[in-house]
């Protein structure tokens, strides 16, 4: 069974904090991570692609992969109240016999910000 | 900017019932997704379509599920007779393509289907 397991949290930070949001996959095969940030009672909306080991930056943003690990996180810089969302993480196994391009999805981490 | 459109946006129907569920891709994306969400649960992927055809399926797409692109545009998603279960948020997604870089799946507003 194929699993990507998230901490459901709530997480709790300060307005102007940096959130921490973390998130494991069970097989090694996977080739492509997401984040999604998922208003309540909306649908998920990319905020963030990575493919390669290391950091990407996209604003206030950065996404961090680390495949032997199995681990991808995501750190959201001077977090914001309208930040406060249940946040994703999804993986790819594209390039895989039978892996196509479906996204199997976390539980998702609830992030509070807090005035 | 585009953007993935669903419609309707609420659809109430009876159990054993068939309802189809509507999507218009981004233009020129050519993978096509369904995926749904029960209340509370996690996004599940349903079925992928590319060149009209699936392309993968999961267990929860069986023979009462079915998918369709009957023109340029639209990409539907049809259930043939309808089990509480059903109840769900159901999403339609497209990506440009499939290789690492241009497989972004971008999400529709989604369509919640009560079954009564």
């Known amino acids: 069974q194929k699993e990507v397991e998230q901490n459901s949290g709530p997480l709790s930070v300060p307005e102007g904090a940096i959130a921490s949001l973390n998130c494991t996959y069970s097989?090694?095969?996977?080739?492509?991570f997401f984040w999604y940030r998922q208003y309540s009672g909306k649908s998920p909306e990319l905020i963030m692609s990575i493919y390669s080991n290391g950091d990407k930056e996209d604003g206030r943003f950065t996404a961090q992969l680390n495949k032997a690990s199995q681990y991808v996180s995501l750190l959201i810089r001077d977090s914001q109240p309208s930040d406060s969302a249940t946040y994703l993480c999804a993986v790819n196994m594209f390039g895989l016999t039978g892996g196509g391009n479906k996204l199997t999805f976390g539980t998702g981490t609830q992030l509070k910000v807090e005035l | 900017e585009p953007e993935v459109t669903q419609t309707p946006s609420h659809q109430v129907t009876q159990m054993g019932q068939e309802v189809i569920l509507r999507c218009v891709p981004i233009?020129?994306?050519?993978?096509f997704y369904w995926y749904r969400q029960i209340l509370g649960q996690k996004v599940e992927f349903l079925v992928s379509f590319y060149n009209n055809e699936i392309s993968e399926k999961s267990e929860i797409f069986d023979d009462q599920f079915s998918v369709e692109r009957p023109d340029g545009s639209n990409f539907t998603l049809k259930i043939r007779s309808t089990k509480l279960e059903d109840s769900a948020m159901y999403f339609c997604?497209?990506?440009?393509?499939?290789?690492?870089?241009?497989?972004?799946?971008?999400f529709g507003p989604g369509t919640r289907l009560t079954v009564l």
């Open positions: 233009s020129n994306h050519l993978y």
């Open positions: 097989d090694r095969g996977s080739q492509s």
């Open positions: 997604a497209s990506s440009e393509a499939m290789a690492a870089h241009y497989n972004e799946q971008f």
